[in-house]
Structures are given as C-alpha cells and as structure tokens.
C-alpha cells in the first residue's frame, strides 16, 4: 500500500463547476499538507499549504483536511479552463531540520470552456 | 525575486553513462531538495542538501549523489545510468526546517 493514495482521474468537468480532488494517508506522522498544481511540462506550483485540521480558504481554492480520517481535499469554485492541469498532493513531517514531501501520483483535470 | 532554475532543460544519455543536473535555488533559500518524476507519477524524493551537507535522503542508490555550493546552487549526479532512470528530474528550494517547497521547471532526461 501506498503511503498516500490520490484519486488518479482523469477528471473532465465543464467551466464553473466545483471541482473536489481527493488524497487518503496511511501514516499518522504526517502532519503538514500541501496541494501543488503543475502544468504539462512544467515544475509543480505550490497552491496551498495547512498543517491543521479543518478548511483553509485562498481565493477560489479550499484546502480541507481530516486527520482523524487520514483524508485531504482541495475544491476548486468556479473552475477556468486555466485550471486545467494536474493537481498533486503532497505531505511532510518534520525530522529535523530535513523536510522531505511525499507526493500522490495527481490527478489530471481538464475543464471544457 | 528569482525563482529556481535548472540546467539543461532535456539531455539524452545511454545506459552506462553518467550526467550531471544543475540547479539554482530561489533567491534566499539555504536548502536544495531533488526528486525524481517518472511519466504518469508523483515527484519522489532523492534527497536533501543544507550547508553543503546531505540533510535526509530517499529510497535511491548510491550512484545517486549531490553537490551544494556555498552560494546554495546545487548539483545531481547520476552514474552508471539505468533505462528506468528517464524521467523529469525536479529540484526544489526552500528555507531550512521550513516546509513549503517550491520548484525549478525540470531536466527531463532519457537514457536510450
């Protein structure tokens, strides 16, 4: 198993929808989580950070964390065509001062103008 | 504000060979992380430089080794290439202890 599984989509949606992306965690020792957004052929762009449970809101994205569920999500309202792009989770703990992410493998969403 | 860079931006190596991958961190940041993305995958992580020193390292083997310079640009080696070795190589800075990291756009590399 994994020790984080992320919805694999892909996942197509029309142009305003609410998008839900999803990741489940396995090890109770993570406890900073970041959504990151890359385009193709790109590096991954940091969206949103949290290290507590609850919803963390940033213009039109929302970072949702349970960690009693071991479960993150990232919504996205009102979603642009320039959403499209994969959206990775990624979840840390602190050893020291190293810091070291642990990715899901993404999930690809197009939005359709 | 400069974000990070890499260099090259694609290199194609065949098996047995060996390359290096350079990175400069963003502007500020003391600590250099590397991670290997194969098609389809998440980023997995290498391992991490602070002051020049290895500071937490991954699930790869010792033909995967690093640099840090003092002005905290950074280089990945990799010998003795291995076909399953292609994939976009990542490097990300950020501040000691700090959590967030943020990401140069890529060496994608192929070994043939």
């Known amino acids: 198993q994994k020790e984080v599984e992320q919805d694999p989509g892909p996942l197509s949606v029309p142009e305003g929808a609410i998008v839900s992306l999803n990741c489940t965690y396995s090890n109770s020792a993570f406890q900073y989580f970041m959504w990151y957004r890359q385009y193709s052929r790109k590096g991954p762009e940091l969206l949103m950070y949290?290290?507590?449970?609850g919803n963390k809101e940033d213009g039109r994205f929302t970072a949702q964390v349970d960690k009693s569920s071991k479960y993150i999500s990232l919504f996205i309202r009102d979603s642009q065509p320039s959403d499209s792009a994969t959206y990775l989770c990624?979840?840390?703990?602190?050893?020291?001062?190293?810091?070291?992410?642990?990715f899901g493998s993404g999930t690809q969403l197009t939005v359709l103008p | 504000e400069t974000g990070v860079t890499q260099s090259p931006t694609h290199l194609i190596k065949t098996r047995g060979q060996q390359v290096t991958l350079r990175c400069s961190s963003q502007s500020g940041h003391n600590t250099v992380s590397w991670y290997q993305q194969a098609l389809g995958q998440g980023p997995q992580f290498i391992f991490q430089y602070y002051r020049e020193e290895e500071n937490g390292r991954g699930n790869f083997p010792p033909r995967f080794s690093g640099l840090q310079f003092p002005n905290y640009s950074s280089e990945l080696n990799v010998n003795a290439l291995e076909l399953d070795d292609s994939a976009l190589y990542l490097c990300a800075s950020s501040l000691v202890g700090a959590n967030e990291q943020f990401f140069g756009p890529g060496t994608r590399l192929t070994v043939l």
């Open positions: 949290t290290y507590s449970s």
């Open positions: 990624a979840l840390c703990f602190s050893s020291g001062s190293a810091r070291q992410l642990t």
